[in-house]
């Protein structure tokens, strides 16, 4: 948890009361809890924090994390008993770095036969969001693809789901030599954006340039990668791993004919957000789509998973095992 906004040394590791189920609520026992990019730049307070405390959190602090796995251990009031002992995953709406995470029982996801709990955890979050990625963007066969930080936690998988549509050539950009031949392995064309003339490179990789674009980035690199896109293509804007979003002239792309899609605008509803994580699930159990989990980090390491995210250090995703 963290009672202030600043460096990962604010996370800190405390004892707080079990958390007890109420009326329509279970206790989950976690195995493993996401750690998103997101949560990052909540805890150094680029982006918003939460008003309060997640329920059941110690209430002197924030406890970042929505989404963990593990197996129901309790229930309250007008919930079916047999949940009890059974592998779950998530969504905790915060509080998720913890050893015991009390939530709705709505909110649970059960597992498909096959499929681990770590696969689950990095699952929950960054494949509902790679599928509603890959859907929003509507490829065609034969087209020119763009994802940016494609060798994380998203983005190892959005490529995987793009090399699907048949003729379609994937460019992954990547921050380092070894990310880049993490993007080849996954069937991407890696580009290393963190070496000079990158950009050239890029360009060498695209000489057509580019019908979609992923943006998980923003900056001066979103720039380059809006700039890469054919009159008629799609933008598609899903963060700011840089920090800055990435400037968007409306007008000069409508000009062109270039579509902006953003995040906020491809999940429908509540509904649909529950239905693209079971067909993450599903899609990962029948070993079709393969989360890469890059490494694991003890739950009292926490602030030391925040500092490698930050550093730029990581590949795919990043798991407390708790």
């Not at 763009?146 to 998203?154: F, I």
């Not at 953003?262 to 529950?274: H, K």
């Amino acid at each position: 948890m963290y009672t202030k906004a600043g460096p990962p040394e604010r996370l800190t590791t405390v004892e707080a009361p079990d958390p007890q189920p109420g009326p329509g609520e279970v206790v989950v026992s976690v195995s493993f809890a996401s750690i998103t990019f997101a949560d990052t730049q909540m805890r150094s307070g680029l982006i918003e924090q939460p008003d309060a405390s997640p329920a059941g959190s110690p209430t002197s602090g924030i406890v970042p994390g929505n989404g963990v796995s593990g197996s129901v251990i309790a229930v309250g009031e007008d919930v079916d008993p047999a949940w009890i002992g059974r592998p779950v995953a998530a969504a905790t709406g915060g509080g998720g770095y913890a050893e015991r995470v009390a939530v709705p029982v709505g909110e649970l996801y059960r597992l498909p036969r096959g499929l681990p709990l770590d696969s689950a955890a990095a699952l929950i979050a960054d494949g509902r969001t790679a599928l509603a990625l890959a859907r929003a963007a509507e490829l065609a066969a034969g087209e020119t693809v763009l994802v940016s930080a494609a060798a994380g936690g998203v983005g190892t998988l959005l490529v995987q789901l793009l090399r699907r549509v048949h003729g379609v050539t994937v460019i992954g950009l990547a921050r380092g030599a070894r990310k880049a031949t993490m993007v080849d392995r996954l069937g991407g064309s890696g580009v290393n954006y963190g070496a000079s003339g990158w950009l050239e490179a890029l360009r060498h990789s695209a000489p057509g340039g580019v019908d979609v674009a992923f943006d998980g980035v923003g900056g001066a690199t979103g720039s380059a990668i809006l700039g890469l896109v054919n009159d008629g293509g799609r933008y598609v804007n899903h963060g700011m791993a840089s920090g800055t979003p990435t400037p968007v002239d409306e007008n000069d792309l409508q000009l062109r004919g270039v579509s902006v899609i953003r995040l906020g605008e491809i999940v429908r509803g509540p509904e649909d957000n529950r239905n693209l994580v079971n067909a993450a699930f599903r899609e990962a159990a029948a070993g079709w789509l393969q989360p890469v989990i890059g490494q694991r980090y003890r739950l009292s390491e926490a602030s030391d998973a925040h500092r490698a995210i930050e550093a730029r250090e990581t590949i795919g995703k990043t798991l407390l095992a708790v």
